[in-house]
C-alpha cells in the first residue's frame, strides 16, 4: 500500500504535469512560443488533456458547493415575465448530468459547465479557467454593426471602421488575411469596410446573431445579447476604446472560419468568400515550451485562486493576500483597481472571458472635443458644440482611485454646470459596473437630496442565509474577526431602515421562502452602507431629471444598473439604447445583481472562520480557476418585494445607428441631443429618420 501523504504527492503531481500520454508530437510544443496560431492548432493543445476523475470531481464539488452563497440559484430555474424565455437554468442539474458524463478532454468539461453558467444570462455568475477561457483569443478583422438606413431597414455590415482599426491593433499580421483572400478580393481588405453582409455561412445573418445571443450570456436581455454580437465603444482608462465584439473575437478557439456573402459600398454585385479566424496568445496567458509547462504555468492552482485564513500570522501568504489583485480581476469587466480600494468598497461588476478590450477606437471616431479639466480615468466630460449639453462618457464605475474618482465625478459636473451645460448626457456604453457606491454618489449629485437618494441611493438588498453562511457569522459573533476584515461582519452592513447592525451581533437569521418550489433562505432586507460619503455632496441637484438622458447600447451591468436603474425608475430620467434590432424590445441594462463575489473570497472568509472542514464548505479549487456568484441581490423599485433582477428595465428611446453615427460618440450625442433636448442646435444635418 502507498503511505497516505505520498499517494497525495504523486495525486498531485499527476494533476500538474499530466500523468497522461501526451501524444506525439506534443501539440502545445508546435505552437510554443508563437504568438499568432491557427485556431485548430491552439485547439489541437488544448484538448489533448484527458480529463483526470480528480479535477473532474474537484471542479464540480468546488462549484457546487460554492452555489450555496449565490443569491439566484433557485430564482434562476424559472425567471418571470419579461424573463421566461431568457433564463431558465437549473445549475445543480446542469452540475448533476456533468458529473454523469464523459469528455474527450478536461477542455470539453470546462466549456460544458463553463456555458451552463453562461445560460443564466447573469454576468455575475460564472466558472472560468486561466487554462482555457481566453488562453488564445481568436480573432477576424472584420467587426460588424447593425446600421439602420434612411428608409429604416436594417442591416448587419461589416463596420466602416473595421480596417483601421485591424491594421492597427494587428499590425504586420494583418498580410495573413490579405493573403487569404480569394482572388481580385487579394490584398483588399479595405475595401470590405462597411459592405453589406447578406449571409453569413449561407444563412441570413440573424441567424449567427441569434445563435451567438444564445451562448453569450452576461445580460437577461435577449435584445442585449443580439447587441454583444455587434463592435462598439467605451472610455477605458487610458483613452477610447473599441470592442471588436462576439463574431470578430471569441474566448475560445472553437471556429476556423467563415464564410461571407457581402455587398461591397457602390457596388451593386455581390462577393462570397471565406476568411480564417486567427488567434493571439492571450495577455495573462503564461508562455510555455510543451505540454508539461503550459500545464504547469497555466492550468494549476495559484497563489491566489483559493482563499486565506487572514489571521494565519505565519502564512506569508495571507499577510500578502491583500497586495495584489484577486484571481477575479483579469475577467471583471472593468480597469485594474487598487487591491487596497478592492478591499475597503464593496464592488458590483460582470465577469466574462474576455478580459475587458485595450484596443484603441480609431482616432477619427475619438472625440475631437477637448475633454474638461476633472476628467478623470474613466469618466470623460465634454460640452457639446451648442454650448448647452454636457457629456459624462463613463466606461466603468471603477477606477484606480475610489476616492479621487468620486471627487472627480463631482468636480466634472460642476465643471460642465458652469460651462453653461443646462442638459446632461452620461453616456454608459459598455459600463460592466464597478463601485457600489459610486453608483450611489452619481445618483445622489446630480439628483439632489431627496428621500429617493438619501440615505439610500440604491436598492436594499439580501444575501442568502445558507447553513454555512449563518456559521461564519456565528463564529464572527463568538469573536472570530477581532480586526473586523471578514465581509459577514455585520459591521458592514445596516438594517432595513439604514441603521448599522450591531457588532458581533449574530445577524443572518434565515427568512425562508420558497422560489420555484425550492426551499430557500434569505438574511434580513439590508439598506445602505455608502452614507454618510466621504465626499460632501450639494445641497442641490446639478440637473433636472427631465434633461438627462442615460446612453448606452444596453450592455450596463451592475453598478451600472444600481444607477441606470435607480435614475429611470425613481427620477424618471430617459433611457436610450443605441444600434439594437428594432423588431427586437430594448433594454437599458441588465445584471443588476445587489453585491458580486468570487469562490476565493468565499473561500477566505470560511478558512479566516475555521470553517474550511466543515462539509458543506468546498475543497480548494486543483485548477487554475475562478467562479464568481451573486453575493447580495437588490430588491426591486416596482415590486419592492421580488429582486430588482428580473424585473422589465425597457429603453424609452430606440437609438438606430447610421454609416454616419456608428460607433462616433460625438455623432452619436449630438444627434441624441438634437432630437430629445430642446433649443439643442448643431450646425451637421441631422441623417437619422
Ligand atoms: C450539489 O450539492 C447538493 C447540496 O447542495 C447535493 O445535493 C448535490 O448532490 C450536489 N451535486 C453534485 C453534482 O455533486
Ligand atoms: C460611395 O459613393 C458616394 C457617392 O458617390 C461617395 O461619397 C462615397 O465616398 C463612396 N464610398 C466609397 C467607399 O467608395
Ligand atoms: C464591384 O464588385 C465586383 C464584384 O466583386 C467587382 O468585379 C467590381 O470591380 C466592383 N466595382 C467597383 C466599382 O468597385
Ligand atoms: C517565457 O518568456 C520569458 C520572457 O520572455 C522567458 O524568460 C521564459 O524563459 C519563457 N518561459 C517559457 C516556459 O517559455
Ligand atoms: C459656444 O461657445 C463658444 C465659445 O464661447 C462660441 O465660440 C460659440 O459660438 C458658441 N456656440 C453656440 C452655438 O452658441
Ligand atoms: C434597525 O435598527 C434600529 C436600531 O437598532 C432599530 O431601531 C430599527 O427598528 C431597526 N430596523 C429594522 C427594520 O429592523
Ligand atoms: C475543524 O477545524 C477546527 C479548527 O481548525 C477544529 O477545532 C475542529 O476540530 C475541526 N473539526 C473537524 C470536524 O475536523
Redesign the pocket.
Known amino acids: 500500500m502507498i503511505p497516505r501523504l505520498l499517494w497525495e504527492t504523486l495525486a498531485c503531481w499527476a494533476t500538474v504535469a499530466g500523468a497522461y500520454t501526451i501524444p506525439f508530437p506534443d501539440p502545445c510544443e508546435i505552437i510554443a512560443g508563437k504568438l499568432w496560431v491557427l485556431p485548430r492548432e491552439a485547439r489541437a493543445c488544448m484538448a489533448s488533456f484527458p480529463l483526470d476523475p480528480l479535477i473532474k470531481a474537484n471542479v464540480i464539488e468546488v462549484v457546487n458547493k460554492t452555489l450555496a452563497f449565490h443569491t439566484s440559484v433557485n430564482y434562476q430555474i424559472q425567471a418571470p415575465p419579461p424573463f421566461e424565455k431568457d433564463v431558465h437554468e437549473d445549475l445543480h442539474a446542469d452540475l448533476a448530468r456533468i458529473s454523469q458524463q464523459d469528455y474527450p478532454s478536461e477542455f470539453d468539461f470546462h466549456l460544458d459547465i463553463y456555458r451552463s453558467f453562461k445560460r443564466t444570462n447573469d454576468g455575475h455568475c460564472g466558472v472560468y479557467n486561466y487554462c482555457y477561457d481566453s488562453l488564445y483569443v481568436t480573432y477576424l478583422p472584420l467587426s460588424l454593426v447593425l446600421l439602420t438606413a434612411p428608409d429604416g431597414s436594417q442591416n448587419v455590415h461589416i463596420a466602416p471602421e473595421a480596417f483601421s482599426v485591424a491594421s492597427n491593433e494587428f499590425k504586420e499580421e494583418i498580410d495573413f488575411w490579405q493573403e487569404s483572400l480569394p482572388g481580385e478580393l487579394k490584398g483588399g481588405l479595405e475595401q470590405l469596410s462597411g459592405a453589406k453582409v447578406l449571409l453569413i455561412n449561407g444563412e441570413e445573418p440573424f441567424i449567427a446573431v441569434n445563435n451567438n445571443a444564445g451562448i453569450t450570456g452576461a445580460y437577461q436581455s435577449f435584445g442585449t445579447r443580439q447587441n454583444s454580437f455587434f463592435a462598439s465603444y467605451h472610455v477605458g482608462p487610458d483613452g477610447w476604446q473599441y470592442s471588436m465584439g462576439n463574431f470578430a473575437l471569441q474566448a475560445h478557439p472553437l471556429t476556423d472560419f467563415v464564410e461571407l456573402t457581402i455587398q461591397r459600398v457602390n457596388n451593386t454585385s455581390t462577393d462570397t468568400f471565406t476568411i480564417p479566424y486567427r488567434s493571439r496568445l492571450g495577455s495573462a496567458s503564461k508562455n510555455f515550451t510543451d505540454a508539461a509547462s503550459y500545464r504547469e504555468r497555466n492550468c494549476v492552482a495559484k497563489a491566489k485562486t483559493n482563499g486565506v485564513d487572514l489571521y494565519d500570522r505565519f502564512n506569508i501568504g495571507a499577510q500578502a493576500y491583500h497586495e495584489s489583485p484577486p484571481s477575479i480581476a483579469f475577467f471583471q469587466q472593468q480597469p485594474s483597481v487598487s487591491p487596497e480600494d478592492a478591499r475597503k468598497h464593496p464592488m458590483n461588476v460582470i465577469i466574462d472571458a474576455s478580459p475587458l478590450t485595450d484596443i484603441n477606437l480609431p482616432e477619427h471616431l475619438q472625440p475631437a472635443l477637448p475633454a474638461l479639466e476633472q476628467s478623470y480615468s474613466v469618466a470623460q466630460f465634454y460640452v457639446l ?3 448647452r449639453t454636457g457629456v459624462l462618457a463613463l466606461g466603468s464605475f471603477s477606477a484606480k482611485s475610489f476616492d479621487t474618482f468620486g471627487e472627480s465625478l463631482l468636480a466634472g459636473l460642476q465643471e460642465l454646470k458652469a460651462a453653461g451645460a443646462k442638459n446632461l448626457i452620461v453616456d454608459v456604453t459598455n459600463n460592466g459596473g464597478g463601485y457600489i457606491c459610486i453608483a450611489h454618489w452619481l445618483h445622489r449629485i446630480i439628483i439632489g437630496p431627496k428621500a429617493s437618494t438619501e440615505p439610500q441611493a440604491g436598492l436594499d438588498t439580501q444575501m442568502r442565509a445558507g447553513r454555512l453562511a449563518r456559521l461564519i457569522v456565528k463564529a464572527i459573533a463568538a469573536g472570530g474577526d477581532p480586526d473586523e476584515v471578514l465581509s459577514y461582519n455585520p459591521i458592514q452592513w445596516t438594517n432595513a431602515t439604514h441603521h448599522p447592525l450591531p457588532p458581533a451581533s449574530d445577524w443572518l437569521k434565515p427568512v425562508d421562502v420558497i422560489i420555484n418550489r425550492h426551499k430557500d433562505s434569505f438574511s434580513q432586507r439590508l439598506g445602505q452602507e455608502c452614507q454618510p460619503f466621504i465626499w460632501d455632496p450639494p445641497d442641490h441637484g446639478l440637473f433636472a431629471p427631465e434633461n438627462v438622458l442615460i446612453v448606452s447600447n444596453g450592455r450596463c451591468a451592475s453598478s451600472c444598473s444600481l444607477f441606470s436603474i435607480t435614475m429611470s425608475k425613481l427620477e424618471g430620467v430617459r433611457t436610450v439604447v443605441t444600434g439594437g434590432s428594432n423588431d427586437t424590445p430594448q433594454e437599458y441594462c441588465g445584471t443588476v445583481g445587489g453585491q458580486s463575489t468570487s469562490f476565493s473570497t468565499i473561500d477566505t472568509e470560511l478558512k479566516t472562520a475555521q470553517l474550511k472542514n466543515h462539509t458543506l464548505a468546498p475543497p480548494d479549487f486543483l485548477t487554475n480557476s475562478v467562479q464568481g456568484i451573486t453575493w447580495r441581490l437588490g430588491f426591486g423599485i416596482n415590486d419592492p418585494e421580488a429582486p430588482e433582477e428580473w424585473q422589465g428595465h425597457p429603453a424609452d428611446i430606440n437609438f438606430p445607428l447610421t454609416t454616419e453615427t456608428v460607433n462616433n460618440p460625438v455623432k452619436i450625442w449630438e444627434t441624441i441631443a438634437h432630437q430629445e433636448f430642446k433649443g439643442a ?1 448643431f450646425e451637421f444635418r441631422v441623417q437619422n429618420p
Open positions: 458644440k451648442d454650448n442646435e
